[in-house]
């Protein structure tokens, strides 16, 4: 029912900041909930954020990263401010409950890399 691309990423120097977009075709995003994750080589994939009927953000990216909505265009942002080396990861999008972040995402974006320089 959806289609997620996830684009975005780059290079960045540590404080700097990106805005990652996620586009999607089919079902309208206001639909779902739509969830944000990274995954470092060697690590688990990471919850980051969430965003539906409310907003949701895991610790370690509180009060720097910020997801935020377009439903007209069909598109989810997440803008990352004063970015660390440890926030290094692919980042992916996903589609899933407008009323609970920790519920299943069924539908997956393809992944963005992100990677902060000292």
């Known amino acids: 029912q959806v289609r997620l691309v996830a684009s975005g990423g780059g290079l960045v120097q540590a404080g700097g900041s990106l805005r990652l977009s996620c586009a999607g075709s089919?079902?309208?995003?206001?639909?779902?909930?739509m969830g944000w994750f990274r995954q470092a080589p060697g690590k688990e994939r990471e919850f980051v954020g969430w965003?539906?009927?409310?907003?949701y953000y895991t610790d370690s990216v509180k009060g720097r990263f910020t997801i935020s909505r377009d439903n007209a265009k069909n598109t989810v942002y997440l803008q990352m401010n004063s970015l660390k080396p440890e926030d290094t990861a692919v980042y992916y999008c996903a589609a899933g409950s407008w009323y609970n972040p920790k519920a299943e995402y069924a539908y997956w974006g393809q992944g963005t890399q992100v990677t902060v320089s000292s």
């Open positions: 965003s539906g009927g409310s907003t």
């Open positions: 089919g079902r309208p995003f206001s639909s779902y909930g």
